[in-house]
């Protein structure tokens, strides 16, 4: 039975790193995938040529469409509020995400779910992953968006912080990981292992993936040099297969076993 999912995201190229082969697993498994994103990530790193004539958002919207294509997206929304930036570089711009309150981009994206008929709405962790304002505020409006549409299933893309972490761990003792790069940072950021309910297989979709992430190419460089995006994508297939083969979600109301589930719509079967 072919069921519909709203993938909500912050920015152009989030639906790639940590949903893009779920997107991709369940599109071809035919079902319907609506993208949703909040902001055009207008302020976003980039590199000096692409922020110049403030065409930055235009462009990262371009290469979400390339992307969602890749990965067997039926339709793109972009809900039009303005990236917050960073906790230590905010925008202040007016409509900022993550400052508006919680029930504005809640209705709507409330409206997108039952216009829809959607049956699983993705969403982010609390901590929003890695901190960022925005992120935070996906969780915040995605919970409440699902409880106003009465969206039968919320799940909350995130990775699992104990495998990340000892992955990094590794990583940096071979310094294959980008120049000043932390492991620490990631202490407090995304979900602990036990708390994970699904984790799902993505290695046969490795190449949409990829190619998906290829698409954003706005994000493979800005502020001093080349970014994380740019560092992955030099990563050898089998190397990148490996480290993207799986994605980690918690789905609301729904105990964590210790074999997580690899089917995302297990709860709708």
Request: glycine content about 10%; proline content about 6%; charged content about 25%.
């Amino acid at each position: 039975m072919s069921r519909t999912i709203v993938s909500f995201h912050a920015h152009p190229d989030d639906e790639t790193l940590l949903t893009g082969g779920t997107l991709a697993r369940l599109a071809a498994e035919g079902n319907r995938v609506v993208l949703v994103v909040a902001t055009a990530g207008e302020a976003g790193l980039a590199a000096p040529a692409l922020r110049s004539d403030g065409r930055l958002g235009d462009i990262r919207m371009a290469e979400l469409a390339t992307s969602a294509d890749i990965l067997g997206c039926a339709r793109v929304i972009q809900l039009g509020y303005a990236d917050s930036g960073m906790i230590d570089q905010p925008t202040g711009a007016p409509r900022a995400f993550a400052s508006v309150p919680v029930d504005q981009p809640a209705n709507r994206l409330a409206d997108v779910l039952i216009a829809e008929g959607a049956d699983l709405l993705t969403s982010y962790d609390p901590a929003g992953g890695y901190g960022h304002p925005d992120h935070v505020q996906v969780n915040r409006v995605g919970r409440r968006a699902a409880e106003l549409a009465g969206t039968p299933v919320l799940v909350e893309a995130t990775v699992d912080r104990d495998a990340l972490r000892r992955a990094l761990r590794i990583l940096d003792l071979f310094k294959a990981t980008p120049s000043g790069f932390a492991p620490r940072r990631f202490d407090r950021s995304y979900t602990a292992g036990e708390l994970i309910t699904h984790r799902v297989n993505v290695r046969p979709f490795w190449r949409q993936k990829r190619a998906a992430m290829r698409a954003h190419a706005s994000q493979a460089s800005g502020g001093t040099g080349d970014r994380s995006m740019a560092w992955f994508l030099r990563l050898p297939g089998p190397v990148f297969r490996m480290a993207f083969g799986r994605e980690w979600f918690v789905e609301a109301g729904r105990p964590a076993d210790r074999r997580p589930l690899d089917d995302l719509l297990a709860s709708l079967r």
